[in-house]
């Protein structure tokens, strides 16, 4: 069964450093999202990517994230200067149909 | 804002049924959906409702939901060790809308 893939699983990085996470959705999907979880916290919506433009994004999507789908199976998110309040777990989902979101794995993102 | 709400722990002992239950805040919620997440993995969409309809069937998975109370329940028939796991509410208003998470319940499941 097709699944949605995330690397790292694991990501540590010093406070002010960039990160990019990679996904690579389900391959005939066509919607993107990513969502954070914080230790202890609900599961936040961040931002939702559909035909190669954002369609949503929340509070927490600040100028300081990006998504992009550099190529026809990658869907990133890069964090350019992390703050400690980053440290979460970051889970990408896809959609064909746009109401049913498949979650990959997750990167836990660990800012020291 | 739209706000779930999930009670945060249930105990059941293997064989019995499992509810858990779901509250949410926006009347426009128009997709309701159960996830469930086992340790170290991604969340599983297990599955979901429209808001037009009151109850949906699906093998051991049994989801009930009462718009005018704004509840969603998800029962578990025969419950086994291996649904040990969180399972979270969440709802969105449209299609493709991002999805609004309950804070997960989790599920202990005794032999």
């Known amino acids: 069964e097709p699944e949605v893939t995330q690397t790292p699983s694991h990501q540590v990085t010093q406070m002010g450093q960039e990160v990019i996470l990679r996904c690579v959705p389900i391959s005939n999907h066509l919607y993107f999202y990513w969502y954070r979880q914080i230790l202890g916290q609900k599961v936040e919506f961040l931002v939702s990517f559909y035909n190669n433009e954002i369609s949503e994004k929340s509070e927490i999507f600040d100028d300081q994230f990006s998504v992009e789908r550099p190529d026809g199976s990658n869907f990133t998110l890069k964090i350019r200067s992390t703050k400690l309040e980053d440290s979460a777990m970051y889970f990408c989902?896809?959609?064909?149909?746009?109401?049913?979101?498949?979650f990959g794995p997750g990167t836990r993102l660990t800012v020291t | 804002g739209e706000d779930v709400e999930q009670s945060l722990f249930l105990s059941v002992r293997e064989g019995d049924s499992s509810v858990i239950n779901c509250t949410y805040t926006d009347s426009s919620s128009t997709y309701l959906y159960w996830y469930k997440q086992e340790p170290g993995a991604g969340l599983q969409l297990l599955t979901y409702i429209f808001s037009n309809m009151d109850m949906k069937q699906d093998q051991r998975l049994t989801v009930l939901l009462n718009k005018k109370d704004k509840h969603l329940s998800l029962r578990i028939a025969d419950t086994q060790t291996g649904d040990s796991a969180i399972y979270f509410c969440a709802e969105s208003i449209y299609a493709g809308n991002m999805l609004t998470f309950g804070g997960g319940t989790r599920l202990m499941v005794k032999p």
């Open positions: 989902a896809s959609s064909e149909t746009s109401y049913e979101q498949y």
